[in-house]
């Protein structure tokens, strides 16, 4: 199976910075196969992005994921204090579809 | 709006059993595959299993195997994880969770998740 690298395992930034997260395969997922989900405490996660461009239902463009092959970024411009939660990439190109082990985005 | 509501779980001892149900609602159930992921204390996320939506093909993660059964009734609109000889590393809280598209596979992200349920294995 796809094992999905995420780092760093904790950023620690400040409200109206922006923040870049990083999640690297171990082979290839092609440019659309990738997906971002943010949780927070006693919360189930909740999807951000997906595919090349894809934002989800309410998502603010705040939030954008990049990347191809086998490295992906998640950016958030501007944080803003509901932004501090736990980041975790999924890919979807191979079964079983499989998940990084999370970034916690922390506030300085 | 879709809603996913877990219910059943609980502590249970290491080779017993224990059953989690998932009632949907706000969506045409039957026409959606169905899953299951789990999250361990402080750990990340690992799917389970899949049932198609007319719950004829089923699939399963390693880990679960040959003690883990998924199935559904359309009819009630419930999502239930049979889960048997359990282990302390099955300790987590489980999640039903849908995919945005009508397609079978786990090869597909999530766009509803339900609030999950926590089982802890222990003696």
């Known amino acids: 199976e796809i094992v999905l690298m995420q780092s760093p395992g904790t950023l620690s930034l400040s409200p109206g910075e922006s923040a870049t997260l990083s999640c690297r395969a171990s082979?290839?997922?092609?440019?659309?196969?990738l997906a971002w989900y943010q949780q927070k405490p006693g919360q189930p996660p909740r999807l951000l992005t997906f595919?090349?461009?894809g934002r989800a239902t309410g998502i603010p463009d705040r939030f954008s994921g990049s990347g191809s092959g086998t490295d992906f970024t998640l950016t958030i411009s501007k944080l803003e204090p509901e932004d501090f939660a736990v980041y975790y990439c999924?890919?979807?190109?191979?079964?079983?579809?499989?998940f990084g082990q999370g970034t916690k985005l922390e506030i300085k | 709006q879709v809603q996913l509501v877990e219910s059943g779980g609980g502590v249970v001892q290491p080779g017993k059993s224990l059953i989690l149900s998932c009632a949907a609602s706000?969506?045409?159930?039957?026409?959606?595959?169905m899953h299951w992921v789990r999250q361990a204390p402080g750990k990340g996320l690992e799917w389970v299993a899949i049932?198609?939506?007319?719950?004829?093909?089923?699939d399963y993660a390693d880990s679960v195997k040959g003690r883990f059964s998924i199935s559904r009734d359309n009819s009630k609109n419930t999502l239930d994880l049979q889960m048997n000889s359990l282990r302390v590393e099955d300790t987590a809280v489980y999640y039903c969770?849908?995919?945005?598209?009508?397609?079978?596979?786990?090869?597909?992200?999530?766009?509803?998740w339900g609030q999950g349920n926590m089982v802890t294995v222990s003696s």
């Open positions: 049932i198609s939506n007319d719950g004829r093909h089923k």
């Open positions: 082979q290839s997922v092609g440019s659309t196969y």
């Open positions: 999924q890919q979807y190109a191979r079964s079983p579809g499989t």
């Open positions: 969770a849908r995919p945005p598209a009508k397609y079978y596979g786990s090869d597909i992200y999530f766009e509803y």
């Open positions: 595919g090349a461009y």
């Open positions: 706000g969506f045409s159930f039957r026409s959606y595959a």
